[in-house]
C-alpha cells in the first residue's frame, strides 16, 4: 500500500486521530496560536511606532536644512561679518542646486502683561517662505501676507498657548498686544504641526513678527537660524552640505557654522523600530519553539498510547513510511491550525483598532498597518516548527517492532 505526507487517506486518518482527542489537540494548538499571533502583532507595532514617529519628525517641516553660528575656532569672538544674514539667504536660495526655498529668523526674549503681571515671550521674525518650511498649522485669522513680510508691519501671529494665556475668553483676532515697547495688532494664533518643545525657535509662547521689524528694533540685520528647504528627500544630504560650503565661503574661516537636518533623527528612527522588532521577533519565535515542544511532548504520549494500534496496522501491511507521515500530518495539522487561528487574530485585531480609531482623537492619517509578509513567515514558521518537532514522534511510531506493538498493553 502506497502512503505519503499528501496523500488524502494519511491526512483523514490524522484528522480521526486529533477528532479523538480534542481537547489535548485543542491546548497544544493554543501555544502554537500565541506564537504566530505574537510574530504578526509584533512587525504591526514596529511598523506602526516607525511610521508614527518618523511621521512626527517629518511633520516639523518637509526636507529641511538648518543652519546656525556655533562660535569660533581663533581665540578673536564673534564679530557681526560672521552672522548669517539676509544675502547669505539669497546665496544659498539661487546658489545652491535643488533647494526649492530659503528663510531665516530672528528671536528677542521679550515680555507681555497678561493678568496684571509680566510674562516672557519670545519675539521670532520670520522671513517669506518659513511657513512653507516650517508648515505651521493656522488655528485663527490668517498668516502674514507677502507685502507684510517684506515691510516693518506691526501685524503678529500669537502662538495657540500664548493666545489662552493673553485672552482667555475673547477672540484675539484684530485685538492688540503690547510685546516690549511695541504695539502689534493680532492677525492670526498658529501652532507647530509637530510640538518641538522648545527644541526649535518656536516656543509655546511665541509672537510671529515680519523679520524687518526685528531687525529694525534690533538695529542689525542677520539671523539666528538659516533655513532651506530641498526639493526632494533624496537631495538633503548634498544641500546640507552645499549649505555649509557657501556659509564658510561667505564668512571667516574662524567662523563655526553648524548645518543640520533631520534625516539623522529619521534613520536613527528606523534603527531604533528594527532593534525592537528584531529583539521581540526572537521573544516570539522562542514562544513558537516553546510551543513546537509541546508539540513534540504531546505527540510522543500519542505514540505510547497508540503502540498497540501501530502494531496491529504494521501487521495488516502498512509499511513504516505509512506510519511515519500519519503522524508527521498529525503534528502538522496541529501547527498549522494553530498557526492560522493565532494569524486571524493578529489580523483582526489591528483592523478592530482601525476602526476605533476615528472615535478618538489621533493625527490625520495614523492607522496600523498590517504586514503581509509577516503573516506569511508566522504561517511558513508554524508548520515548519511542526514538522520539525513532530519528526521525533513520528520517526519513532515508524520503527516500532510489530511484535511489541502487538504486546503492548
Given at each position: ?7 488524502s ?24 496560536a ?22 512626527q519628525?517629518e ?9 546656525e ?21 539669497a ?13 531665516g529668523t ?5 515680555t ?14 520670520v522671513?517669506p517662505?518659513?511657513?512653507?518650511i ?10 502674514l ?12 501671529l ?9 485672552f ?7 485685538r492688540e498686544?503690547?510685546?516690549g ?13 509637530i ?10 509662547e511665541t ?69 525592537l ?8 519565535l522562542?514562544?513558537?519553539t516553546i510551543?513546537?515542544?509541546g508539540?513534540?511532548?504531546i505527540?510522543?504520549v500519542t ?10 496496522r504494521?501487521?495488516?501491511?502498512a509499511?513504516n ?11 502538522l ?12 487574530v493578529?489580523?483582526?485585531l ?18 496600523i ?5 509577516s ?20 520517526s519513532r ?5 510489530p ?5 503492548y498493553?
Amino acid at each position: 500500500m502506497k502512503s505519503g505526507l499528501f496523500q488524502s487517506e494519511t491526512w483523514t486518518l490524522a484528522w480521526q486521530a486529533l477528532l479523538a482527542n480534542k481537547l489535548r489537540a485543542v491546548l497544544t494548538m493554543i501555544g502554537v496560536a500565541i506564537g504566530n499571533c505574537c510574530i504578526v502583532l509584533v512587525v504591526t507595532v514596529a511598523l506602526s511606532g516607525k511610521k508614527y514617529v518618523i511621521s512626527q519628525i517629518e511633520g516639523i517641516g518637509s526636507n529641511i536644512v538648518y543652519a546656525e553660528l556655533t562660535g569660533s575656532g581663533s581665540s578673536k569672538s564673534l564679530t557681526a561679518s560672521d552672522q548669517m544674514n539676509p544675502s547669505d539667504m539669497a546665496a544659498v536660495q539661487n546658489g545652491i542646486p535643488h533647494v526649492l526655498r530659503a528663510a531665516g529668523t530672528r528671536d528677542f526674549q521679550m515680555t507681555v502683561i497678561a493678568g496684571g503681571r509680566p510674562h516672557p515671550v519670545t519675539l521670532l521674525g520670520v522671513t517669506p517662505g518659513f511657513q512653507e518650511i516650517r508648515n505651521l498649522l493656522i488655528l485663527r485669522g490668517r498668516y502674514l501676507e507677502p507685502d507684510e513680510l517684506d515691510s516693518h508691519s506691526k501685524k503678529c501671529l500669537l502662538s495657540e498657548s500664548l493666545a489662552t494665556i493673553v485672552f482667555p475668553t475673547d477672540d484675539p483676532i484684530g485685538r492688540e498686544i503690547h510685546v516690549g515697547e511695541l504695539t502689534l495688532t493680532i492677525v492670526g494664533v498658529f501652532r507647530e504641526r509637530i510640538a518641538t518643545f522648545g527644541q526649535s525657535e518656536i516656543t509655546s509662547e511665541t509672537v510671529l513678527v515680519p523679520f524687518p521689524l526685528v531687525a529694525y528694533f534690533a538695529g542689525d540685520n542677520y539671523f539666528g537660524v538659516l533655513y532651506a528647504q530641498a526639493d526632494g528627500p533624496e537631495n538633503v544630504a548634498s544641500v546640507t552640505q552645499q549649505m555649509k560650503q557657501v556659509l564658510q565661503s561667505r564668512h571667516r574661516a574662524t567662523a563655526k557654522y553648524n548645518v543640520r537636518n533631520l534625516a539623522g533623527l529619521i534613520e536613527t528612527a528606523r534603527e531604533i523600530s528594527f532593534a525592537l522588532t528584531a529583539v521581540l521577533l526572537l521573544v516570539a519565535l522562542i514562544a513558537l519553539t516553546i510551543s513546537g515542544i509541546g508539540i513534540m511532548n504531546i505527540m510522543l504520549v500519542t505514540v505510547t498510547e497508540r503502540t498497540h494500534e501501530i502494531g496491529i496496522r504494521k501487521a495488516i501491511g502498512a509499511r513504516n513510511d505509512a506510519i511515519l507521515y500519519q503522524f508527521l500530518t498529525e503534528a502538522l495539522l496541529i501547527s498549522c491550525t494553530g498557526g492560522l487561528v493565532g494569524i486571524a487574530v493578529a489580523v483582526a485585531l489591528p483592523a478592530f483598532a482601525n476602526s476605533l480609531i476615528g472615535y478618538f482623537t489621533v493625527p490625520v492619517g495614523i492607522t496600523i498597518p498590517i504586514s503581509w509578509i509577516s503573516v506569511v513567515f508566522a504561517l511558513v514558521v508554524s508548520c515548519s516548527i511542526g514538522v520539525f518537532f513532530g519528526y521525533l514522534p513520528a520517526s519513532r511510531a515508524a520503527r516500532l517492532h510489530p511484535t511489541d506493538s502487538l504486546r503492548y498493553e
